[in-house]
């Protein structure tokens, strides 16, 4: 099998162009990535340390085991007042305290800032939280593409060919970083 890749919007949106970006990306890569959109953030308690232990709520097992199962993560998510949304804030919380061998510590991880706006605020709190979790972000798979919501089809796909191909080369990057 190739690889194996989780998609994380951090949008709760229903027709958020950070899932539709995700989407998107699921729908280019080659037939031997194996891509997953994580869609239970609405579900996932807050994050509190004392529900760390062999029993976690279940929608926290079921993110981790997301995580372990992939081989790298990609992540796209919007800005609220200058920073992560609080829900996205919140699965990472949860991502952090997983001491499980194939967490996200070590794993090679990318962002897509589907932003017209650029939402730097919220990439740099991205990167500040990825740096406490020992992710290994990839420079060359974290990409700037400024998305729209009327370039979003009824499919909730984004067929602008510029974006595809970003996209592609974003799932490349990661598969080479992966198998390093």
């Known amino acids: 099998m190739g690889l194996r890749l989780l998609l994380v919007s951090g949008s709760l949106r229903a ?18 990535v194996d891509c997953r959109l994580y869609d239970e953030l ?24 997301a995580i372990h199962r992939a081989d790298a993560i990609v992540f796209s998510t919007p800005e609220y007042a200058g920073a992560l949304p609080g829900s996205f804030k919140n699965l990472l919380d949860w991502s952090i305290g997983d001491d499980h061998a194939d967490s996200i510590y070590e794993k090679p991880v990318g962002w897509i800032n589907a932003s017209p706006r650029v ?4 990439y740099a709190e991205l990167q500040t939280v990825l740096g406490y979790a020992h992710a290994r972000v990839v420079a060359a798979a ?12 009824p499919d909730g796909r984004i067929a602008d060919e510029p974006v595809r191909g970003e996209l592609v080369r974003l799932v490349e990057v990661l598969a080479t970083s992966a198998t390093a």
């Open 15 to 32: 027709v958020s162009t950070n899932t539709a970006v995700l989407r998107t990306l699921a729908e280019v890569a080659p037939d031997d």
């Open 42 to 65: 609405e579900a996932l308690p807050a994050f509190n340390p004392d529900a760390e232990g062999p029993s976690l709520p279940p929608a926290v097992q079921r993110l981790r085991d």
């Open 119 to 122: 939402a730097a605020g919220a």
């Open 142 to 153: 974290c990409v700037q593409l400024a998305v729209t919501s009327t370039m979003i089809g």
